[in-house]
């Protein structure tokens, strides 16, 4: 596989603060704790032109394997798996972060945060014992006080909550791995998470990340039976149910296969499904009325184990854990799918690609 340009991290910054400012990506990865090659967060910076520069360390921390952007302040949350908290760190310069707090405990492997889009509170999800923890934020995005939700229980095996995701009507969503749920949570002020309703998914699928498309439905990217389920509102009930589940994949999955990511074009046509082990993306054409999604095309990621990515301006930005890189592919507008890819940039063991600000 040939790339039009090859770029490693250098040792320094660069200078130029107002060029390091634009278009800025932070990078989640796993550090020594969890026997990866990163330091903590990194910034990047995407040019036009698709191409990703390495600007340096934002902040030196703990496997800060997944992140969340404050909505209208500079405030950075990470997640610190081995360490089991969560921290808010302050943009400082051009692209530093410095610590705004102490370190909270959250639970066992936390390995998700994700923000309010009005700033009140974030929401920690941990792989470890299952937990979802609701943190609220002060005025200044600081984190000021700490409520565990509701555990899942019942099963008869271990609970592995994985990611939230803030739906357009107000209410929280969840995933738990271990139980095949999904869990839909109102927030109470001063209180935290209450549950809603919950949304049993196939035994063994393995729900982890999900979106929601502009239709309303919520597609959830399933790591063990590598598929996308679909779950739509009730009008008049506001329950949500699901109302179909078909493969991420137009070719199968193999042995050793786990999903990992999905993500959405801006348009909303098209979606991408990252899967680790025979290190693919694959392409799916939704719906416009958000009712299911069709696997066009799988193509090979650029690298070992694509952990998450991201779709931004045209680009497909793919971050592999193993292989120690981010691969860049040209996403053609109307059929969504790829070009070669354009770029290749050494990152040490990446897990998370965040825009610093919306696109």
């Known amino acids: 596989?040939?790339?039009?340009?090859?770029?490693?991290?250098?040792?320094?910054?660069?200078?130029?603060?107002?060029?390091?400012?634009?278009?800025?990506?932070?990078?989640?990865?796993?550090?020594?704790?969890?026997?990866?090659?990163?330091?903590?967060?990194?910034?990047?910076?995407?040019?036009?032109?698709?191409?990703?520069?390495?600007?340096?360390?934002?902040?030196?921390?703990?496997?800060?394997?997944?992140?969340?952007?404050?909505?209208?302040?500079?405030?950075?949350?990470?997640?610190?798996?081995?360490?089991?908290?969560?921290?808010?760190?302050?943009?400082?310069?051009?692209?530093?972060?410095?610590?705004?707090?102490?370190?909270?405990?959250?639970?066992?492997?936390?390995?998700?945060?994700?923000?309010?889009?009005?700033?009140?509170?974030?929401?920690?999800?941990?792989?470890?014992?299952?937990?979802?923890?609701?943190?609220?934020?002060?005025?200044?995005?600081?984190?000021?006080?700490?409520?565990?939700?509701?555990?899942?229980?019942?099963?008869?095996?271990?609970?592995?909550?994985?990611?939230?995701?803030?739906?357009?009507?107000?209410?929280?969503?969840?995933?738990?791995?271990?139980?095949?749920?999904?869990?839909?949570?109102?927030?109470?002020?001063?209180?935290?998470?209450?549950?809603?309703?919950?949304?049993?998914?196939?035994?063994?699928?393995?729900?982890?990340?999900?979106?929601?498309?502009?239709s309303g439905s919520v597609f959830v990217v399933t790591e063990y039976s590598v598929e996308v389920a679909v779950v739509q509102r009730s009008a008049g009930t506001g329950i949500f149910s699901l109302t179909g589940v078909g493969p991420a994949t137009s070719a199968g999955t193999l042995p050793g296969d786990s999903a990992a990511e999905i993500a959405l074009a801006l348009d909303g046509r098209h979606a991408y499904v990252g899967v680790r082990g025979s290190n693919r993306m694959s392409v799916l054409q939704v719906e416009a009325d958000g009712s299911s999604l069709r696997p066009l095309a799988d193509f090979p990621s650029g690298g070992d184990w694509p952990r998450h990515h991201l779709v931004r301006n045209g680009w497909l930005h793919v971050a592999h854990e193993l292989s120690h890189d981010v691969v860049t592919f040209p996403l053609d507008p109307d059929s969504g799918l790829p070009g070669e890819p354009v770029h290749r940039l050494e990152v040490a063991s990446p897990t998370a690609l965040v825009p610093a600000r919306n696109p």
């Open 1 to 214: 596989m040939a790339f039009e340009s090859v770029a490693s991290a250098p040792g320094a910054p660069e200078p130029a603060a107002r060029e390091a400012a634009r278009d800025l990506i932070w990078t989640g990865s796993y550090t020594a704790d969890r026997d990866g090659r990163g330091e903590g967060i990194g910034a990047v910076r995407a040019a036009p032109d698709g191409t990703l520069n390495w600007l340096g360390l934002a902040a030196a921390a703990d496997s800060p394997s997944f992140l969340a952007v404050h909505s209208s302040l500079p405030v950075v949350y990470a997640v610190a798996e081995q360490a089991r908290t969560v921290r808010a760190y302050r943009r400082s310069g051009a692209f530093g972060l410095e610590p705004a707090g102490p370190a909270w405990t959250a639970g066992e492997a936390p390995c998700h945060v994700a923000v309010d889009p009005m700033g009140r509170y974030l929401t920690v999800a941990c792989w470890g014992d299952g937990k979802v923890v609701l943190f609220e934020l002060d005025d200044d995005g600081g984190i000021s006080a700490r409520f565990p939700a509701a555990a899942s229980t019942g099963s008869g095996r271990p609970s592995r909550a994985h990611a939230s995701l803030y739906l357009e009507d107000g209410r929280v969503m969840t995933t738990d791995l271990g139980h095949d749920l999904l869990r839909i949570w109102n927030y109470l002020p001063g209180a935290g998470l209450s549950l809603d309703h919950e949304v049993v998914l196939p035994r063994g699928s393995g729900p982890r990340h999900l979106v929601q498309h502009a």
